[in-house]
């Protein structure tokens, strides 16, 4: 794997579209509590820190343990942002709460705090709190080069790893042995983690959409349902693979087919200004007119990026539009108990005419 620098990221242009965005919503102050939007918005990584945004002002309230590194981040990705250290959380409040004076409200994130979150900012900040529904997430969306740099270099990792690993399937391996293997080639070739535990199930472990990896043993004539990503620099990718080892059988062979083709539809599907309810649609009428409607029971696909599922969402009950820049997987399946699943994954750019695939590993891999 090449370890040729990644694109820089346009950190410091985020702030001022937030801006816009509590402008044009009539609030004065975000107080931003979410680890990915604080790295989003500032290039800070650690795992404590929350960030207040008003028009004129930004202030990153850490504790004692990133004092250097706040420091150092923000500098690095040149964001204008004061960093206030609080030894204690109650000294931390005090801190926001001097930098909230004479604004009347403040914007929380209404999906990442807790009942308990609210009530401490309530009581602690001197002015109203209010929910301020998901400004960074809807920011998030739309990948700047440098992000997409990282999305696809974390998928060519996962893609060469298990093209590194995959015929370990057929050599008497258990689920989780391969879950393992896959996972150390993917650090080996430069990733700083999984962006999930791997995924890894063969025979009728595959019939769970999510099942974890046992130390059942993967036997001649299976399907094996390998899902599975990683990190590079904070970014996620997210691929499900397929495999057959040996022939699995005709019921298994339909299977597989019907949701190859529902795959390619709902890629096909994909493309700016499509509503992602649409994609959905594309996937799920090919796995419907085989009969297996009850079979696909998850949505078709998510976003990708900070986070290994966030906005959009590529569901039937979706109502947002596909944005040129989002980066969202496609992955149908099918899960018949008794007998096994299939699931097919890539993770894609949306482009102003179609879908980038990020994701390059083979589809039929009969082992
Ligand atoms: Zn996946
Ligand atoms: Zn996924």
């Known amino acids: 794997m090449s370890a040729a620098p990644l694109a820089p990221l346009d950190v410091a242009g985020r702030l001022p579209r937030l801006r816009e965005r509590l402008a044009a919503a009539g609030l004065p102050a975000l107080l931003v509590t979410k680890r990915e939007n604080v790295r989003y918005l500032t290039g800070f990584t650690g795992s404590a820190g929350v960030l207040l945004v008003t028009a004129d002002d930004a202030l990153l309230v850490t504790d004692g343990r990133y004092a250097t590194q706040a420091e150092e981040q923000l500098g690095t990705s040149g964001v204008p942002a004061r960093v206030g250290i609080g030894l204690t959380a109650a000294a931390q409040r005090e801190l926001l709460a001097a930098a909230v004076r004479g604004h009347d409200r403040v914007g929380l994130e209404e999906h990442s705090v807790t009942w308990a979150d609210q009530r401490e900012y309530a009581a602690a900040l001197g002015a109203e709190v209010v929910p301020a529904g998901t400004p960074v997430e809807g920011l998030r969306r739309v990948k700047d080069a440098g992000e997409l740099d990282r999305i696809r270099r974390a998928c060519a990792i996962a893609d060469d790893a298990f093209a590194a690993v995959v015929t370990r399937l057929a050599e008497g391996v258990t689920e989780r042995q391969f879950a393992l293997e896959l996972e150390f080639a993917m650090r080996e070739r430069g990733a700083s983690g999984t962006s999930f535990d791997p995924i890894v199930a063969a025979g009728p472990n595959g019939a769970m959409p999510h099942a974890r990896p046992t130390d059942r043993v993967i036997r001649r004539g299976e399907l094996v349902v ?91 009950s979706a109502r947002d539009t596909l944005l040129a820049g989002d980066v969202v997987t496609v992955e149908p399946g099918v899960y018949v108990p008794g007998v096994g699943g299939v699931r097919i994954e890539d993770t894609v750019v949306v482009t102003a005419t179609g879908a980038e695939p990020l994701t390059l590993a083979p589809k039929e891999l009969v082992l």
């Open 226 to 316: 390998c899902d599975f990503g990683c990190v590079v620099d904070g970014y996620c990718s997210d691929m499900t693979r397929t495999v057959w080892v040996g022939d699995p059988g005709p019921e298994a062979r339909r299977l597989f087919s019907v949701v190859l083709e529902s795959q390619a539809a709902g890629r096909d599907a994909v493309a700016a200004d499509v509503e992602c309810a649409a994609v959905d649609k594309a996937s799920r009428d090919v796995i419907a007119a085989a009969g297996l409607a009850d079979a696909f029971s998850h949505s078709t696909g998510h976003g990708v990026g900070l986070e290994i599922h966030e906005a959009p969402r590529v569901a039937s």
